[in-house]
């Protein structure tokens, strides 16, 4: 008997120590992989010591499962006959994301749903007017020229460049360029983080020898001053992440706000609800993701469609149109000329790297040629260019990578959870639980808008992204499944 009280104590503290890690991973999962992957990590821990306490697995089949599966082991097999098998199994191993959907169903109360789903939005919140202070004070210091001599002039930098990281630190004038190169062991090879017609790319190579650090000014940069011309990205390494991760969360806060609205009128938590949308809505324009802004206003008209009538859907349709309209606007301000109408380096590169890798896909139709291998046989297997990218579409890399039957699981699974969010909102229209209704809704908008991006983004490729896929998955399940049973 007095193992008992211990197993129930250890059950007790092993949820307590789960909940505790999903809460840091949504605190964070705008922001950190590294930190938030800590956050699942406690929380896998915290499962544990639940189970072996004798609190249960507490997982309950559901339809995914089968293709979950299916979908794991079609890539395991994939990377075991990829071109280049180490490099496919170590990809294979970012499947663990999956452990998500169910550590969220098996952990989450419909009340700790709705407590992490406001601390995500929050989170997001944050991580915007971050980046609105980022562009008013400005990044990096732009290259108005390289005297002769300068160490830069190796990197192939044009005028107008801006150079806002030297060995992974941050840098806003040439003094403190100067400083980092100085205190930088003789002869050391570094990379430098450029921001070139609105793109962010890293330049290899910088060579900092002795006789450059005992110049009066090493880095040979005239500059032109900070720039304000960037594409916004949080504390985040790369604005593509960013948007993905704001585009669904953005979602998330306009479906509570509607759904408040369409129950109780406009109380303050429609109000706040919509005050984090606007928030978020304009972290994605400061992005200048083209696609990710279209793929948000995709799925927030069908919110708005799905839930307003009348003056509403008026309302929200211009509001979109205007949101549209000043992501233009700050598309052709912070990327390369033509980019607002796909007439950029960018556009060009991204149609010419598709046209391949769809050229190639019949070559290895059932198991595809491996995930990144391509990173091995760029130029062998005909793409262009010396970067090594991907194919800019999770439809097409997964057919490239895993072959068409890994193309049709996909598609398999998305449907799947497409029509049950749809099925499940539709439900959740007359319950008496509003944030339940609203989660549902935003979670329906966020994989809109995540479909409709992945057309022309790998995102299913992004393990943040991901993550937070499979996250708000099972949060959604949950507070459908919690709801459905106190209704009974």
Same mark, same amino acid.
């Given at each position: 008997m007095?193992?008992?009280?211990?197993?129930?104590?250890?059950a007790?503290?092993?949820?307590?120590?789960?909940?505790?890690?999903?809460?840091?991973?949504?605190?964070?999962?705008?922001?950190?992989?590294?930190?938030?992957?800590?956050?699942?990590?406690?929380?896998?821990?915290?499962?544990?010591?639940?189970?072996?306490?004798?609190?249960?697995?507490?997982?309950?089949?559901?339809?995914?499962?089968?293709?979950?599966?299916?979908?794991? +082991?079609?890539?395991?097999?994939?990377?075991?006959?990829?071109?280049?098998?180490?490099?496919?199994?170590?990809?294979?191993?970012?499947?663990?994301?999956?452990?998500?959907?169910?550590?969220?169903?098996?952990?989450?109360?419909?009340?700790?749903?709705?407590?992490?789903?406001?601390?995500?939005?929050?989170?997001?919140?944050?991580?915007?007017?971050?980046?609105?202070?980022?562009?008013?004070?400005?990044?990096?210091?732009?290259?108005?020229?390289?005297v002769?001599?300068?160490?830069?002039?190796? +990197?192939?930098?044009?005028?107008?460049?801006?150079?806002?990281?030297?060995?992974?630190?941050?840098?806003?004038?040439?003094?403190?360029?100067?400083?980092?190169?100085?205190?930088?062991?003789?002869?050391?090879?570094?990379?430098?983080?450029?921001?070139?017609?609105?793109?962010?790319?890293?330049?290899?190579?910088?060579?900092?020898?002795?006789?450059?650090?005992?110049?009066?000014?090493?880095?040979?940069?005239?500059?032109?001053?900070?720039?304000?011309? !960037?594409?916004?990205?949080?504390?985040?390494?790369?604005?593509e992440? !960013?948007?993905?991760?704001?585009?669904?969360i953005?979602?998330?806060?306009?479906?509570?706000?509607?759904?408040?609205?369409?129950?109780?009128?406009?109380?303050?938590?429609?109000?706040?609800?919509?005050?984090?949308?606007?928030?978020?809505? +304009?972290?994605?324009?400061?992005?200048a993701?083209?696609?990710?802004?279209?793929?948000?206003?995709?799925?927030?008209?069908?919110?708005?469609?799905?839930?307003?009538?009348?003056?509403?859907?008026?309302a929200?349709?211009?509001?979109?149109f205007?949101?549209?309209?000043?992501?233009?606007?700050?598309?052709?301000?912070?990327?390369?000329?033509?980019?607002?109408? +796909?007439?950029?380096?960018?556009?060009?590169?991204?149609?010419?790297?598709?046209?391949?890798g769809?050229?190639?896909?019949?070559?290895?139709?059932?198991?595809?040629?491996?995930?990144?291998?391509?990173?091995?046989?760029?130029?062998?297997?005909g793409?262009?260019?010396?970067?090594?990218?991907?194919?800019?579409?999770?439809?097409?890399?997964l057919?490239?990578?895993?072959?068409?039957p890994?193309f049709?699981?996909?598609?398999?699974?998305?449907?799947?959870?497409?029509?049950?969010?749809?099925?499940?909102?539709?439900?959740?229209?007359?319950?008496?639980?509003?944030?339940?209704?609203?989660?549902?809704?935003?979670?329906?908008?966020?994989?809109?808008? !995540?479909?409709?991006?992945?057309?022309?983004?790998?995102?299913?490729?992004?393990?943040?992204?991901?993550?937070? !896929?499979?996250?708000?998955?099972?949060?959604?399940?949950?507070?459908?499944?919690?709801?459905?049973?106190?209704?009974?």
């Amino acid at each position: 008997m007095a193992d008992k009280p211990n197993q129930r104590g250890l059950a007790e503290f092993g949820q307590r120590t789960a909940l505790a890690g999903l809460l840091l991973y949504v605190a964070f999962a705008p922001h950190s992989v590294a930190v938030s992957s800590i956050g699942i990590a406690l929380a896998s821990i915290g499962w544990f010591l639940r189970v072996i306490g004798g609190g249960g697995l507490q997982l309950r089949r559901s339809k995914f499962d089968l293709i979950i599966l299916l979908s794991l +082991l079609w890539t395991l097999i994939s990377s075991l006959l990829s071109a280049e098998t180490a490099i496919s199994i170590a990809k294979f191993k970012a499947s663990w994301t999956v452990l998500i959907f169910y550590l969220t169903r098996a952990v989450l109360t419909k009340r700790w749903t709705y407590l992490l789903v406001a601390v995500l939005i929050a989170s997001a919140c944050a991580g915007t007017l971050y980046s609105l202070y980022d562009v008013v004070r400005g990044r990096g210091v732009v290259v108005a020229a390289l005297v002769e001599d300068s160490p830069f002039l190796t +990197l192939d930098l044009r005028r107008d460049d801006t150079i806002w990281r030297v060995n992974g630190k941050r840098v806003y004038s040439t003094d403190d360029i100067d400083a980092l190169l100085r205190s930088l062991p003789a002869n050391s090879v570094v990379p430098v983080s450029v921001i070139s017609q609105g793109e962010h790319v890293e330049r290899q190579g910088l060579r900092v020898t002795a006789d450059v650090q005992a110049r009066p000014l090493p880095s040979g940069i005239v500059s032109g001053g900070t720039s304000h011309r !960037f594409r916004a990205s949080g504390w985040t390494r790369h604005y593509e992440t !960013f948007a993905e991760l704001l585009q669904m969360i953005a979602q998330l806060a306009l479906g509570l706000a509607v759904a408040h609205l369409r129950n109780h009128g406009p109380n303050k938590y429609f109000r706040f609800a919509m005050v984090a949308t606007v928030i978020v809505a +304009l972290g994605i324009v400061l992005t200048a993701m083209r696609t990710v802004l279209i793929a948000f206003a995709a799925g927030a008209f069908l919110i708005a469609w799905r839930s307003t009538r009348g003056v509403g859907r008026v309302a929200v349709t211009f509001a979109l149109f205007f949101l549209l309209a000043f992501g233009a606007v700050v598309v052709s301000q912070t990327r390369a000329p033509g980019a607002l109408l +796909l007439g950029d380096d960018s556009s060009s590169l991204r149609a010419q790297v598709a046209k391949v890798g769809l050229s190639r896909i019949m070559l290895h139709p059932v198991f595809g040629h491996g995930m990144d291998a391509m990173q091995k046989h760029w130029n062998e297997w005909g793409f262009p260019g010396k970067d090594m990218l991907h194919l800019h579409s999770t439809p097409l890399q997964l057919a490239f990578d895993r072959g068409l039957p890994m193309f049709a699981l996909w598609v398999w699974m998305m449907t799947a959870f497409w029509l049950y969010m749809e099925r499940a909102e539709k439900l959740a229209r007359d319950r008496s639980d509003t944030n339940a209704y609203g989660v549902l809704l935003g979670v329906l908008g966020a994989l809109t808008g !995540f479909l409709i991006s992945s057309l022309a983004n790998y995102n299913y490729g992004d393990s943040e992204v991901v993550m937070l !896929f499979w996250f708000l998955m099972g949060a959604a399940m949950v507070a459908n499944e919690q709801t459905a049973e106190q209704q009974h």
